[in-house]
């Protein structure tokens, strides 16, 4: 089975230019979450969507920062300007939502590198 | 969610039984134990979960104290390809699906 499928594996570009990071869950869940890893922060929650609903965006770090989910099997997440503390690695991951203890099942991410 | 407390580094000889210790003592009756692993440069991996029984799957085992106050997940024969950062997470049933809180976790290193 295909798992969650990440593009960019990697991107690099300057500060002030639009990324657009891009995520297919696996077929069937509901729920999709955005994750940024950083060496200083380690793993943190951006935003999670549920039957393609954004339900908590808390931990967007700012305005800059959007994410849609046009249906089931596609998201995406906009920097935009984008600035060279955004560097990071981005992990997209689903989840079956079926009692709230199913797992999330991890992307293997966006190297984002912004210059 | 309650925080949970692990050793920064272990190390393994590939072959023998890694024990991979968790604290978790403010756990709430309502919190699971999942336990996540990242091998360089790739996604978090699931690997189990568990409430208060002790669970087996194909990867390991969970050892959950009677009190759940901390858990330990077992690799029966570790292999080179094991070595990575190993979390342990506890999560509210049926709370928000957000709630995924990655700590530090402990970095496995398996040897031959």
């Known amino acids: 089975d295909a798992g969650v499928i990440q593009s960019p594996r990697h991107e690099v570009t300057e500060m002030g230019q639009e990324v657009t990071l891009r995520c297919k869950p696996i077929s069937g869940h509901n729920s999709l979450f955005w994750y940024r890893q950083t060496m200083m922060r380690g793993l943190e929650l951006l935003i999670y969507f549920n039957n393609n609903v954004p339900i908590d965006d808390s931990g967007m770090p700012e305005d800059r920062f959007s994410a849609k989910m046009p249906n089931a099997s596609f998201s995406t997440l906009k920097i935009q300007p984008s600035e060279p503390r955004d560097s990071a690695v981005y992990f997209c991951?689903?989840?079956?939502?079926?009692?709230?203890?199913?797992?999330?099942?991890f992307g293997d991410g966006t190297r984002l590198s912004i210059l | 969610d309650a925080k949970t407390t692990q050793p920064t580094s272990m190390d393994c000889a590939e072959g023998r039984a890694a024990n991979l210790p968790c604290n978790h003592s403010?756990?709430?009756?309502?919190?699971?134990v999942y336990w996540y692993r990242q091998i360089h440069s790739q996604g978090p991996q699931y690997i189990i979960h568990?409430?208060?029984n002790n669970e087996t799957n194909e990867m390991a085992s969970l050892i959950i104290t009677e009190d759940r106050k901390s858990s330990t997940l077992i690799l029966p024969h570790a292999t080179l390809r094991d070595t990575a950062v190993y979390y342990c997470i506890v999560r509210v049933y049926g709370g928000s699906q957000g709630n995924l809180i990655f700590g530090k976790g402990t970095k496995l290193s398996v040897k031959p």
């Open positions: 403010t756990i709430s009756g309502n919190e699971y």
């Open positions: 991951a689903s989840s079956h939502d079926r009692g709230g203890n199913q797992p999330q099942h």
């Open positions: 568990g409430l208060k």
